[in-house]
């Protein structure tokens, strides 16, 4: 891997912004295919390897894991108001509040680092494709705009990402989830298992199924490419995995686009504008401040790929400002910053099960159980009081009975003696894609890089509210089939952001006039810019979409490698 130190080579065939999973993906495709290609990083150099807390036993790590309140409140206010997200063996990826400021119209919690990997690796590895009930959904309801794609056109695109990256799941043969190229899945515990047979029987269109995750429960060296290994099952995946054994940009995109010879990356760079060439027409490159020197600089390429996130993308987009586009590249639709979304969630269930103190389980798989939509698939399942649906993720496990007042040896030895199970589901709907939900730049504010303060504007409706208590009520209603105890329910409304799902705000759509980029994630007024991270969606379904970025993604270049040699780019 080539590192650019910006005082030479300042041309490339192409430009990739943002290294985490679609920025990843993209810069291995194109390196694949003979591009010179740049990768921009604003975040610093992370090398495979090198992730700090990854080989640390919990008694290696300050406060039990956690963050004291002080460090909390000086740098973490905003992203820790989740509860769960920011600990020590994880914050070394996530950005300080207090040095990345940004501004709340409504809340939004904006969970990030800036990093080369970016959130690849940081994510939850959930992988489900859409199909055709979610590219058809705003066409048939009214909503929106209607997806320029339907399930065929990505179908051999997820086949060939998922090969890649090593998906591990089972088949179910639901149409609301198709199936794909799985590897074998993580099984389900003796507790897990017994929830699926009882819901089946009670209700035969909830599946609960062993999590669909980027985690390589078996390791093939002629396919896994790059720096990866099979799954040690220690979930510490967060901090880092040693052995490659899920998939991230430094296990995975990275290594096989350095192999190619054709890769440089450029870390400590934020992407200030994409430059508009009004005689060409089209993009002829950007330019970045280097956020050591402060050094201004401009590179060159005949295509760019933005993959900063959806809320890096538009930012940078809603910055490049010209005479053209005086509100933003390729806004002249106006949709630029609009129609954000993200997984509304904080909803569940929890609940002890009795019965299985005889058996237990080996190793800390690191997946749970998933139960697909199955609300509005159908005209059977179809609700009046709210469209679209939910699917939940979970996870039962066996915990530690500890008596009260019990000190010394006594302690030790009950430490060792395992207590009951207990399960638990938390729900995630979809959020639709309102107008009104929006980020947007405030260009009589700036941060310390001298960039506009972003400021978010969104939140749930009414049709998100409705959905939630029915989400709710179908967590108990399974955990009660299933012959569980204590069950507890919550429902705390989340602010957008949290479920770290956002999307939209550069949609996709067939018509310039409603949308910013065409079928192929070009865009429609600059055609040698194409964006394929987040920021694309046009409506958010319920699954997790990392999976569709990236298929997106390989689709996008392969387009647009095409176009090159049709001498169309």
């Known amino acids: ?48 390897g090198e992730y700090p807390t990854a080989n640390l036993d919990p008694w290696d790590l300050p406060l039990e894991n956690h963050v004291s309140q002080e460090e909390i409140a000086q740098h973490y206010f905003k992203q820790d108001r989740l509860h769960w997200w920011v600990n020590q063996d994880n914050k070394h990826w996530i950005n300080k509040d207090d040095e990345y400021p940004y501004d709340e119209v409504e809340r939004f919690d904006w969970i990030r680092g800036h990093h080369v990997g970016g959130r690849s690796l940081m994510w939850g590895r959930h992988c489900y494709r859409w199909s055709d009930i979610d590219f058809e959904a705003n066409a048939k309801e009214g909503i929106a705009v209607d997806w320029p794609i339907r399930y065929k056109d990505i179908e051999p695109w997820y086949d060939y990402v998922e090969t890649f990256v090593g998906v591990s799941g089972q088949k179910e043969g639901l149409k609301q989830v198709p199936d794909g190229k799985f590897l074998p899945p993580f099984p389900l515990n003796c507790v897990e298992q017994h929830l699926r047979e009882s819901v089946a029987k009670k209700y035969p269109l909830r599946v609960v199924t062993p999590g669909r995750i980027a985690n390589l429960s078996k390791y093939d060296p002629a396919v896994h490419k790059g720096k990866r290994g099979q799954c040690q099952t220690r979930d510490r995946c967060w901090r880092g995995c040693p052995y490659g054994a899920y998939f991230s940009s430094q296990s995975a995109t990275l290594p096989v686009a350095e192999e190619t010879g054709n890769l440089s990356i450029r870390p400590d760079s934020i992407v200030t504008e994409i430059v508009f060439d009004r005689k060409l027409g089209k993009a002829s490159g950007v330019r970045i401040k280097d956020t050591k020197t402060g050094e201004e600089l401009e590179y060159f390429a005949r295509i760019i790929f933005c993959n900063a996130s959806t809320v890096g993308t538009t930012a940078i987009l809603l910055n490049s400002r010209s005479e053209v586009f005086p509100d933003g590249l390729g806004n002249s639709s106006g949709e630029l910053g609009h129609n954000m979304m993200d997984h509304h969630y904080g909803m569940g269930a929890s609940a002890s099960i009795e019965g299985f103190e005889d058996q237990y389980y080996k190793g800390r798989k690191p997946g749970g159980f998933y139960i697909p939509r199955f609300r509005n698939i159908d005209k059977a399942t179809s609700r009046k009081d709210y469209v679209r649906g939910f699917g939940y993720q979970g996870s039962a496990s066996r915990g530690n009975k500890i008596p009260d007042n019990v000190i010394g040896v006594d302690l030790k030895k009950s430490i060792f003696q395992p207590g009951g199970y207990r399960i638990g589901m938390t729900c995630f709907g979809e959020l639709l894609p309102y107008h009104e939900n929006r980020m947007f730049l405030n260009f009589e504010k700036q941060d310390k890089f001298g960039m506009p303060i972003i400021t978010f504007d969104a939140k749930l409706r009414e049709n998100e509210e409705k959905m939630r208590a029915d989400g709710v009520q179908c967590a108990a209603e399974m955990l009660e089939a299933a012959g569980c105890k204590d069950i507890h329910t919550w429902n705390d409304a989340t602010a957008p952001g949290a479920c770290i799902h956002e999307m939209g705000t550069a949609r996709m759509g067939r018509d310039p006039k409603t949308s910013v980029l065409n079928k192929w994630n070009q865009m429609h007024e600059v055609s040698n810019v194409f964006v394929t991270d987040g920021s694309c969606m046009t409506s958010s379904a319920t699954q997790n979409p990392s999976i569709t970025y990236m298929a997106l993604t390989a689709r996008a270049v392969d387009y647009a490698h095409k176009q090159v040699n049709a001498g169309k780019l």
């Open 1 to 48: 891997m080539r590192f650019n130190t910006g005082k030479n080579e300042r041309t490339y065939d192409a430009i990739v912004i943002g290294s985490g999973i679609s920025g990843g993906f993209a810069a291995m495709e194109l390196c694949k295919k003979g591009y010179k290609t740049l990768v921009l990083e604003r975040g610093r150099m992370v090398r495979h």
